[in-house]
Structures are given as C-alpha cells and as structure tokens.
C-alpha cells in the first residue's frame, strides 16, 4: 500500500516486522510503531498513520486529499490527519514566521523595557515632588514664625514708642 511505501522511504523498513507471519499479524490489527531515533516530522507521521488505518473510510478518499496534506507537512503547515490543538498550531506558526516572531519579542521586551524605565522615572519624579512639597511646608512654617516674631517686635518697639513718648511729654 501507499502507506507502507511511505513508512519504508521515510523510517527506512517495514511498518509490520520483516517475517511474514508478524507482518499479515500486524497488518490485519494495524499495530505498528515509528522508531524512536528517527526525527519524523509529526505531521508526516499522521499522514502515513492515516494511509495505514486498517479502517478504509478513515484513510485518504482521494489523492487530493494526500497531496493536500503532503504540501500541508512540507510548507510547516498542520494537516488534516494530526488533529492537532492550538498550541501545535502556534508551534507551526512560530516556525514558520520565526523571523517575524523573534523580530516581535524583541519589540516586546523593548517596549516593556521603556515602560519599566519610564514608569521608575515617574515614581523617582513623584517622591521628589513629595520631597519638594514637605520641604516648602516646612520653610512656611519657619516664614510664619518669623513674621510672628517681627510683628511681635514691632509691636513692642510701637509700644515702647509710645510709652517712651508718653514718658517724656
């Protein structure tokens, strides 16, 4: 089959085993594995999964369908065979658009860089403000008591004017 030609070019043996009697054993239960060493793209793995399904109606109805998810594995794309979630997906994006991906986290980490600059500048601004503010209170208060003092003695040098005046007349 289809299958099998796949799993022989792409593993390099026989999906079922290489005695006869295991091979028709495997082949009527559709019992096989992928080598472990072997790097075989998930997708390609579905596709022969798929060619190999022991269930006629669950393989490819056409070789459309086939070369469809052929293109699908070699352009990084998921296939229709993997059912495969959103993070897989995003996985085959990334790869795809890696260029793209690493040119937007870098964007990313540079615009939260600038925020945390920023906002540090902002809170190192706002307690000197405070600072600033305190301060002021404080020379105000000072400034205020000195006017009190001042208008103490000038009421006390009128005082003395007057008594002085008085004294004299």
């Not at 796949?6 to 080598?35: A, R, V």
């Not at 945390?116 to 601004?125: A, C, D, E, I």
């Not at 404080?138 to 008085?166: H, I, M």
Request: glycine share 6%.
């Amino acid at each position: 089959s289809l299958g099998c030609l796949l799993y022989s070019i792409t593993c390099g043996g026989s999906p079922f085993g290489e005695d006869m009697e295991t091979c028709l054993e495997k082949n009527e239960k559709g019992t096989f594995k992928f080598p472990k060493p072997k790097d075989i793209v998930h997708g390609l793995k579905a596709v022969i999964s798929t060619c190999l399904n022991i269930v006629p109606e669950e393989r490819y109805l056409t070789v459309e369908e086939l070369q469809r998810d052929v293109r699908h594995v070699l352009a990084d794309h998921v296939t229709s065979a993997e059912q495969a979630g959103v993070l897989r997906q995003l996985k085959l994006l990334i790869k795809r658009n890696r260029k793209v991906f690493v040119v937007s986290i870098i964007s990313f980490m540079a615009l939260i860089t600038i925020g945390f600059y920023f906002s540090l500048k902002l809170q190192l601004k706002r307690q000197e403000t405070e600072f600033q503010k305190g301060y002021a209170m404080e020379q105000k208060s000072l400034a205020d008591g000195n006017r009190s003092l001042y208008e103490n003695e000038l009421e006390w040098r009128d005082f003395t004017v007057q008594r002085f005046k008085g004294d004299l007349e």
